[in-house]
């Protein structure tokens, strides 16, 4: 099982709302990342967790957070977002530091 | 700060051609370099890692090198099909304490012709 599952697949929400994105894996995987897609554009990394730590913040606006709240889990909490945070939200994982990446396949957020 | 860069942009050939599409990187200290595909709205899919040890990798019609010396990576389609049409993606893991930073070129957007 290779598989990282993201839900939801498709969100709409205004820019008062509160929700949260989440990412699963089942493959013992240590590394976990969140990356933000534009059209046309490669993914751009946001977060990385390892052993359930935030390891990396590309810098990310404070209203977006993540959480691990396990290895399988990873979730990404959104509030106050702007229409320019609409973009593809792509969660990956990895066994280590050096090891092939996995993707899911993404959350589509529209902010209206 | 690593910069990969991919080339072409876009590349449009008759089905049953072999192509070659290049990656290039800036900073040599790499953990591995990944070639990924992307259809249109979807997520990404893994093709080939190759370790910042080795210089090639195989899958299929898929051959992947690596020049880690001077920061280039192919990968060579044999036989294409319009199957394969879609957005490649190379991606360098950079060391960075107990992760990496996983790096994206801009990709090449390959088109097929039947």
């Known amino acids: 099982d290779t598989e990282v599952t993201q839900t939801p697949k498709h969100l709409v929400m205004g820019m008062t709302n509160k929700k949260s994105l989440k990412c699963e894996q089942h493959?013992?995987?240590?590394?976990m990342y969140w990356y933000k897609q534009k059209a046309k554009k490669p993914p751009e990394l946001m977060f990385v967790?390892?052993?359930?730590?935030?390891?990396i913040n590309e810098s990310v606006p404070s209203r977006f957070s993540p959480e691990c709240p396990n290895s399988s889990l990873l979730n990404l909490h959104l509030h106050a977002l702007q229409p320019e945070d609409s973009a593809l939200y792509l969660c990956?994982?990895?066994?280590?530091?050096?090891?092939?990446?996995?993707f899911g396949q993404g959350t589509r957020l529209t902010v209206v | 700060k690593q910069e990969v860069t991919q080339i072409p942009a876009a590349l449009s050939v008759p089905e049953g051609e072999n192509l070659v599409l290049n990656c290039s990187f800036t900073?040599?200290?790499?953990?591995?370099l990944q070639w990924f595909r992307q259809d249109p709205g979807k997520g990404l899919t893994s093709l080939l890692l190759?370790?910042?040890?080795?210089r090639e990798q195989t899958s299929g019609r898929l051959n992947a090198s690596l020049d880690k010396s001077s920061g280039r990576s192919t990968l060579y389609i044999a036989a294409s099909q319009p199957g394969d049409s879609a957005t490649y993606l190379c991606?360098?893991?950079?060391?960075?304490?107990?992760?990496?930073?996983?790096?994206f070129g801009s990709g090449t957007r390959l088109s097929i012709r039947p």
């Open positions: 493959m013992g995987h240590r590394a």
């Open positions: 190759i370790q910042s040890s080795q």
């Open positions: 967790y390892s052993y359930e730590k935030l390891s």
């Open positions: 990956a994982s990895s066994r280590g530091a050096s090891t092939e990446a996995f």
């Open positions: 900073d040599s200290a790499i953990y591995n």
């Open positions: 991606a360098a893991a950079l060391f960075y304490s107990s992760a990496s930073k996983i790096i």
